[in-house]
């Protein structure tokens, strides 16, 4: 659990280490903190047997590279079959063709973070149909500006047309 810069927590290795061997229903974790040193860090201290995800679409090929095995995604609500090709090729060895879709989707991997979450996943697929954009305070609709941007980065990716 690693969310340094967002609400100031980080629970350290050593942390994630003791939490792992004395409660066995921890099996894996959630890494969010952009940070692949700390990935490499976790893998070495809890082995392969410890699921390691990575928490941010832009950096799960980077993630899967030392050591994490997948993503809790948000592009996923949007390019669902997309990421896990990804994933799945990474993993299958087929690193040329996971970091071509990676670099395909990174732009729209970046927008749907333009503003907080998960504001521009709703415009997203409000934009192609799936569901209505509808929010609750505190959230708000997209600004214009940043609607625009995503409209084009979708495009841009062939999610839109």
Not at 108 to 114: G, P
Request: aromatic share 6%.
């Amino acid at each position: 659990y690693s969310i340094p810069g967002r609400c100031g927590i980080e629970i350290g290795v050593d942390t994630v280490k003791r939490l792992a061997q004395d409660c066995k229903n921890i099996i894996g974790i959630k890494e969010a903190g952009g940070n692949a040193d700390r990935v490499s860090a976790l893998r070495a201290a809890l082995g392969a047997r410890f699921e390691i995800l990575s928490g941010d679409d832009s950096l799960t090929l980077p993630f899967m590279a030392v050591g994490a095995q997948g993503v809790i995604s948000v592009a996923s609500n949007v390019i669902p079959r997309q990421v896990a090709q990804m994933v799945a090729a990474y993993a299958a060895g087929k690193a040329a063709a996971a970091l071509k879709l990676h670099q395909k989707y990174y732009p729209l991997f970046k927008d749907l973070f333009i503003e907080t979450n998960p504001v521009p996943v709703k415009a997203a697929l409000a934009m192609l149909g799936q569901i209505e954009e509808e929010y609750r305070l505190p959230l708000v609709p997209m600004s214009a500006k940043n609607r625009e941007v995503l409209r084009a980065t979708m495009k841009a990716v062939g999610v839109l047309k």
